[in-house]
T-cell receptor, first 108, second 116 residues
């Protein structure tokens, strides 16, 4: 199973772009990269998933370099409601292992 | 469409008591799983199931039992509760094996369990 490493916490201000990078040095050929968001007292919620290059949806972008040993979740123009914990997962098995995540705090 | 429903939301047990945490999904998902979340530990996988009649262990299975007699339900049983099992428990489901592309996990809102 690929192990992921993320910063424990990040701070930002409203309106800024936030980039959270996840390191996954031993990612396997068939692994996908998935990001989840978790608010207090709620279960995690799927944000975005990718395999290589760049993926964009209505809430975020995911950048994956050619070697796939890292990935960056980009949140454009964050608001206070983006304050949450963000988890990066890589897996090609049915046993999904979450890391400790990155706690993002957005200030006014 | 209720998604993933967990009951109860809160529970207090005494050491040695048993109980079952319920999880039900109405999305016809094949894959279901249980996680526990403790401060500073992230989410740890307890047990999972890739379909009715099939279960397997995750990272931290000791002290917990599961069964999957129907596609919709995946109960988690604590046979003899211990204070170390005080945690928030999340159930999650996915249309297929979540290692498949575009088959993300859908989580319930958790059960907060305290064992005294």
């Amino acid at each position: 199973l690929a192990k992921t490493t993320q910063p424990i916490s990040m701070d930002s201000y409203e309106g800024q772009e936030v980039n959270i990078t996840c390191s996954h040095n031993n990612i396997a050929t068939n692994d996908y990269i998935t990001w989840y968001q978790q608010f207090p007292s709620q279960g995690p919620r799927f944000i975005i998933q990718g395999y290589k290059t760049k993926v964009t949806n209505e809430v975020a972008s995911l950048f994956i370099p050619a070697d796939r040993k890292s990935s960056t979740l980009s949140l454009p123009r964050v608001s206070l409601s983006d304050t949450a914990v963000y988890y990066c997962l890589v897996s090609n098995t049915d046993k999904l292992i979450f890391g400790t995540g990155t706690r993002l705090q957005v200030f006014p | 469409n209720a998604g993933v429903t967990q009951t109860p939301k809160f529970q207090v047990l005494k050491t040695g008591q048993s109980m079952t945490l319920q999880c039900a999904q109405d999305m016809n998902h094949e894959y279901m799983s249980w996680y526990r979340q403790d401060p500073g530990m992230g989410l740890r996988l307890i047990h999972y199931s890739v379909g009715a009649g099939i279960t397997d262990q995750g990272e931290v299975p000791n002290g917990y039992n599961v069964s999957r007699s129907t596609t919709e339900d995946f109960p988690l049983r604590l046979l003899s509760a211990a204070p170390s099992q005080t945690s928030v428990y999340f159930c999650a489901s996915s249309l297929q094996d979540p290692s498949s592309y575009n088959s993300p996990l859908h989580f319930g809102n958790g059960t907060r369990l305290t064992v005294t």
